[in-house]
């Protein structure tokens, strides 16, 4: 079975800097997607960003690009969300997620699994 452990949210004021982290283990196979969902009680889930294992392609949602950042660490299921110039509206629960599936727009649709997500607040 793939566990993912995330860590690193936390309270931040608008403008500031929070990075996220997640380790993924238990892959059978070399090529995966690792990345991140957010959701907010009474909306849908959100998918913030993701990066592809082999190529390194990465994804970014709407509202979040050009402000966050996802990079792997020195091996491939870690994975990093730097998040700056917060705002109010990126509070939530963070949940960070693998996909056997490529990386790409559809994320996190295909999503095999994710973990037990980490709170974010962004005060105003």
């Known amino acids: 079975d793939v566990q993912l452990q995330a860590s690193g949210g936390g309270l931040a004021q608008t403008g500031g800097s929070l990075r996220l982290a997640c380790v993924a283990n238990?892959?059978?196979?070399?090529?995966?997607?690792l990345g991140w969902f957010r959701q907010v009680p009474g909306k849908e889930r959100e998918g913030v960003s993701c990066i592809n294992s082999l190529t390194s392609t990465t994804y970014y949602g709407d509202a979040v690009k050009g402000r966050f950042a996802i990079f792997s660490g020195n091996t491939k299921n870690v994975v990093y969300l730097q998040m700056n110039r917060l705002k109010p509206e990126d509070t939530g629960v963070y949940y960070c997620?693998?996909?056997?599936?490529?990386?790409?727009?559809?994320?996190?649709?295909?999503?095999?699994?994710w973990g037990q997500g980490t709170l974010v607040t962004v005060s105003s």
């Open positions: 997620a693998a996909s056997a599936e490529s990386c790409d727009s559809a994320w996190p649709e295909y999503a095999d699994a």
């Open positions: 238990g892959f059978t196979f070399d090529e995966f997607a």
